[in-house]
Nanobody, 122 residues
Framework: QVQLVESGGGLVQSGGSLRLSCAAS????????MGWFRQAPGKEREFVGA????????YYADSVKGRFTISRDNIKNTVYLQMNSLKPEDTAIYYC???????????????WGQGTQVTVSS
């Protein structure tokens, strides 16, 4: 069993920054690759970024590349999403997810958090 809890969402102006955190339960956090996804109203959930178990391999969606940074702390059992230069189109519910083994850019993750709302105003 893995429980994931996202936090750090909120309302921010365009151009601002937020840092999302995803805290994982258990003692096997380093076993999982972690991903961040988002879902805007009326749209399908989409990939944002992913990070490997050690943090050495990172993928980003083209839409966030250069603005968002994924990191993880395997001692604290936490993965982060630093979001800079936010745009209104970044508005969505952001979810973290855990996957056995290697990271993936699709939705094939084994565990999902409840999500945290990010709203970017103009």
């Amino acid at each position: 069993q893995v429980q994931l809890v996202e936090s750090g969402g909120g309302l921010v102006q365009s151009g601002g920054s937020l840092r999302l955190s995803c805290a994982a339960s258990g003692r096997t956090f380093s076993t999982y690759a972690m991903g961040w996804f988002r879902q805007a109203p009326g749209k399908e959930r989409e990939f944002v970024g992913a990070i490997s178990q050690s943090g050495s391999v990172i993928y980003y969606a083209d839409s966030v590349k250069g603005r968002f940074t994924i990191s993880r702390d395997n001692i604290k059992n936490t993965v982060y999403l630093q979001m800079n230069s936010l745009k209104p189109e970044d508005t969505a519910i952001y979810y973290c997810a855990a996957r056995y083994g290697s990271s993936s850019r699709d939705l094939s993750y084994n565990y999902w958090g409840q999500g945290t709302q990010v709203t970017v105003s103009s």
